[in-house]
């Protein structure tokens, strides 16, 4: 079965220092991995995703992650934080039956001035 | 635009109460999708839709039905609310297949006393 553990779910950060965002995965095949964000109150929105095209995955405001098969990791990263990266992060992989993803617990991310 | 929209945005119910929660997308997508979110449990999907005519139960679909009242709306019914179903419920919706980009209404915070 398809599964992800976020390592950390409380991460702290300067503004302006890198932000760096762990997450292993369980598949027993070439999973499809995403990363979702969800500011408070707000519904989620997608951040990057990985379909066996690049390891190395470019996302929307300056985060990326890379896919490590031999590490079985997926973590997220940004060089630099802005107060605006202040949110609940949700790695997440395609689960057995159609229809299904995997969710992650979540890692909530604050940026301190 | 609006994307993804939801009602109520906030309800509380007493123990055996019924309710209804609306979802619409304006996207054209083919599948949408209903699920809970609880503190450190990520998202869990309750039901989804693949297509319009079609629902299918997803990893917790216990006391909730569903209905696919056409392309844009899918909604969400409880028929005798439990204090366990207190939670976040979130509709979204994507093209075609669940690894294609989810889109995530705002939410329904639901509490049963």
């Known amino acids: 079965a398809q599964s992800v553990t976020q390592l950390d779910s409380h991460v702290s950060v300067s503004e302006g220092t890198p932000v760096l965002l762990r997450c292993n995965y369980s598949s027993s095949y070439s999973p499809s991995l995403f990363w979702y964000v969800q500011h408070p109150n707000k519904g989620l929105q997608l951040l990057l995703k990985?379909?066996?095209?690049?390891?190395l995955v470019k996302g929307i405001n300056g985060f990326e992650a890379e896919f490590k098969k031999s590490e079985t990791s997926f973590h997220l990263t940004k060089p630099s934080a802005h107060m605006s990266d202040a949110a609940e992060y949700f790695c997440v992989v395609k689960g057995d039956s159609w229809g299904k993803l995997q969710f992650g617990a979540g890692t909530q991310v604050v940026v301190t001035p | 635009n609006a994307g993804v929209t939801q009602t109520p945005k906030f309800q509380v119910l007493k123990t055996g109460q019924s309710m209804t929660l609306q979802c619409a997308q304006d996207m054209n997508h083919n599948s949408m999708y209903w699920y809970r979110q609880d503190p450190g449990m990520g998202l869990r999907l309750i039901y989804y839709s693949a297509s319009e005519g079609t629902t299918d139960k997803g990893e917790v679909p216990n006391g909730y039905n569903v209905s696919r009242l056409n392309k844009r709306e899918f909604s969400l019914r409880l028929e005798s609310a439990a204090p366990s179903q207190t939670s976040v419920y979130f509709c979204?919706?994507?093209?075609?297949?669940?690894?294609?980009?989810?889109?995530f209404g705002p939410g329904t915070r639901l509490t049963v006393l």
């Open positions: 990985y379909t066996s095209a690049a390891t």
């Open positions: 979204a919706s994507s093209e075609a297949l669940p690894t294609d980009t989810q889109y």
